[in-house]
DNA sequence: AAACATGTAATCAATTCAGTTACAAGAACA
DNA sequence: TGTTCTTGTAACTGAATTGATTACATGTTT
């Protein structure tokens, strides 16, 4: 079991047409950095267009984020590549029977655990920003 | 994406080994409660076993809990049923394209920042145990 | 009109999950 | 002894997801 990459990449593109903001950056050139196909570039970032998180147009190269690095949060990319649904990165047994102590009780007795472990995992990218994300890259570009 | 419920089927056995313990609990009956097969049961119990979490013989049975349930944590299980690798709960894509200052980098500035999140979530069932677990399913039971 | 861009659908191979069946081998007991 | 119940495992299935790929409609610019 692995979350979809699909989030890592997100954080790629954005951090890409910031960095590279000079030039406009088409999908191909930006799936060159990333190593995939465009199409996948441009499907992810029809979502994080539909998050809000970018403008884009139709047949138009290049695209822009609508808000300063700072207002990007990772939570917000992570939320806007839909990896995980909400409260449902665990995964629970249904039907446990209903005529057993523990099967009665399993459901609501593990449910608010998970909801803690996935929150507590969450609250990592919301107290992180993609000025975070840059910041460190161009860093690690000076030091070379 | 989700986490495999084996990780919450896991907890199940482990509980209602506890709370069934006057009577040996076959395979069987615990797929009874948990509501699948045997095999399925049989699997994960294997895994368990493995992880020195229970006593299981061929042939006989019934398993028991080889530590007191305030010593067995929620990530014990976790790790015994093997639902997440090390380290690898977010997928990064890879061979990103070195001559690119996002691409050359964005993999070492990420993984930290995934591991962390990781981290975060596993803390909490570092801070559990099956003792919790099988106190608040009693603590229904007294309820009702 | 030609060239280049995005948006999106369809298809594909690989992987994972959970369920199922089947059966070898161990244990218990009449 | 031999029947019966158990665990341990392997093999197979269908469903779902992922990422890559191809294709093409549509929008934009010159």
Chains 1, 2 share one sequence.
């Not at 695209?63 to 629970?92: G, H, M, P």
Request: one cysteine or more.
């Amino acid at each position: 079991m692995s979350i979809s990459s699909r989030f890592a990449v997100g954080i790629h593109i954005l951090a890409l047409i910031d960095l590279n903001k000079e030039t406009a950056s088409s999908s191909e050139f930006i799936a060159g950095s990333v190593n995939t196909n465009a199409a996948v570039i441009r499907k992810i970032m029809g979502m994080l267009k539909k998050a809000g998180l970018i403008e884009v147009q139709p047949g138009v190269a290049g695209a822009k984020l609508t808000r300063e690095l700072s207002e990007i949060t990772l939570f917000d990319i992570y939320k806007a590549v839909n990896v995980v649904e909400e409260n449902e990165l665990f995964s629970i047994h249904d039907k446990p029977h209903p005529d057993c102590v523990v099967g009665k009780n399993i459901q609501s007795t593990i449910e608010p655990i998970f909801m803690a472990a996935q929150s507590a995992m969450e609250k990592v990218f919301q107290n992180l920003t993609l000025e975070d994300i840059v910041k460190d890259i161009e860093a690690k570009e000076h030091i070379k």
